[in-house]
Structure formats: C-alpha cells, structure tokens
C-alpha cells in the first residue's frame, strides 16, 4: 500500500485547511485509516481514526469539535478537515492504514501498518 499526504502549509491561526490521503497498491475489505502528528521535539500523537472502514470516528481531545476525518471511498482517499488552526496545531501530519486493527488499539501508532510520507502544516499565531 502506497499512500500519499498532501494539503498541508502555512496559514494563520483562525483558518483552514484539508488535508488529503491518496491510497494506492493493495487493498483491503475494511482498513482504518487515521491521521498522526508529530511536532519537534514531541512525539508522534494521535489526532483522528477512521474504524475499519466504517463511519465510526475517532478523535483525539484537543482537536475534537474542530478537524474532522472523512473517506471517498470512489478516489481511495482519507480527508482531515482541520477548522480553528491554532499554534499548537503546527506539526508534519502523517496517514497512515492498518489492515487488522482492533478498536482499543485505534489511537496506537505502532499498530498501523502503512504510512504516508507526512505533510507539514504550520501556523501562525
């Protein structure tokens, strides 16, 4: 599986932007699929989780009610919506697939298999 991360850049703090994940190669019946951040110095954090190809989502706690993770299931590819940036939210953003996930591992980095190459969103407060 070959995914691609794009949409990220620099905007000020108040705004938008979306992020896209284009998967590509082998497929599976029900993957999920989240999106990770890392910033420098921290480490990589959990920020949204598409359950195994489903609707159900999940988010961590401070992003949720502003960034909102969504599939088109026809062009293969995962969005991040991200609304109200704020400074904190400045990080390369990584997607990434796990094909046998179980839903207490969903927020678990090392349990996905697949990962993009990251997209680096910054903003300016």
């Known amino acids: 599986v070959q995914l691609q991360a794009s949409g990220g850049g620099l905007v000020q703090a108040g705004t938008s932007l979306r992020l896209s994940c284009a998967a590509s190669?082998?497929?599976?019946?029900?993957?999920?699929t989240a999106w990770f951040r890392q910033a420098p110095g921290k480490e990589r954090e959990f920020v949204a989780a598409?359950?195994?190809?489903?609707?159900?989502?999940y988010y961590s706690n401070s992003v949720k009610g502003r960034f909102t993770i969504s599939r088109d299931n026809a062009k293969n590819t995962v969005y991040l919506q991200m609304n109200s940036l704020a400074a904190e939210d400045t990080a390369v953003y990584y997607c990434?697939?796990?094909?046998?996930?179980?839903?207490?591992?969903?927020?678990?980095?090392?349990?996905?298999?697949?990962w993009g190459q990251g997209t680096q969103v910054t903003v300016s407060s």
């Open positions: 990434a697939v796990g094909s046998r996930l179980i839903l207490s591992s969903v927020r678990t980095w090392s349990q996905y298999d697949y």
């Open positions: 598409l359950f195994r190809g489903g609707t159900n989502t």
């Open positions: 190669g082998r497929t599976f019946s029900r993957p999920s």
